[in-house]
Every structure is written in structure tokens, then in C-alpha cells.
Nanobody, 122 residues
Framework: QVQLVESGGGLVQPGGSLRLSCAAS????????MGWYRQAPGKQRELVAA???????DYADSVKGRFTISRDNAKNTVYLQMNSLKPEDTAVYYC????????????????WGQGTQVTVSS
């Protein structure tokens, strides 16, 4: 019903930049939350940045001032601009959205992308 497709991950040197994209498609009636999580090996998945249901942005303390989340509502797409990357930013980055679908069998729930690897290393 709903698909989230991420792109933009890769290998970058410390201090470098990457831009992630996440496009949502399918029977989307509304999106109340859309953001990025990450999971490093051996660690729990954590929120990186997101647009909340109220329209404000939320960032993990570890990325404030370095990462910027933005969106294109017309395209149901959210972006994550990551600057001044550090080795500790290495993780699989996942897009997440809370979506309500169209139709008489409308459902609402969390949807996840497949993840994109970000590796920060010299």
C-alpha cells in the first residue's frame, strides 16, 4: 500500500557531506510524521531527525548543527542533509513515516524504508 524508498547513502571521509532522500508512494491520504532513524552495529535504532505531527522538527542532540531535515510535500519526499560527518555517524539510515491510506479500508500506521548504509571513514 505504501512504499518508502531511500537513496543517497555511501562512503564518505570524516568532515564530508551526504544527502539522503526518502520518497513515499502508494495510497497516501496523509502523512503525520516523517523522519530518519539510524542503527549502528550492536546498537539500538535511534531517531536522527524528523518532522513531527505538529510540523516542527526534532533532532538528536548528536546531530544538531550538522544535519538538516527538509521536505517536499508535493512529492511526499523528505531529505536529510548531513554535514561535518563523523565516524560515529556510520550506520544504516532508515526512513519512517506514519501514514493514513485512502479508501474504504483506510489504515494508519508506521511504514519503513529498506535502509541505506552511510559509512564515514578515512
Amino acid at each position: 500500500q505504501v512504499q518508502l524508498v531511500e537513496s543517497g547513502g555511501g562512503l564518505v571521509q570524516p568532515g564530508g557531506s551526504l544527502r539522503l532522500s526518502c520518497a513515499a508512494s502508494g495510497s497516501i491520504f496523509s502523512i503525520n510524521f516523517m523522519g530518519w532513524y539510524r542503527q549502528a552495529p550492536g546498537k539500538q535504532r535511534e531517531l536522527v531527525a524528523a518532522f513531527t505531527s505538529g510540523g516542527s522538527t526534532d533532532y538528536a542532540d548528536s546531530v544538531k548543527g550538522r544535519f538538516t531535515i527538509s521536505r517536499d510535500n508535493a512529492k511526499n519526499t523528505v531529505y536529510l542533509q548531513m554535514n561535518s560527518l563523523k565516524p560515529e555517524d556510520t550506520a544504516v539510515y532508515y526512513c519512517n513515516a506514519y501514514v493514513r491510506t485512502f479508501g474504504t479500508n483506510s489504515v494508519a500506521g508506521d511504514f519503513w524504508g529498506q535502509g541505506t548504509q552511510v559509512t564515514v571513514s578515512s
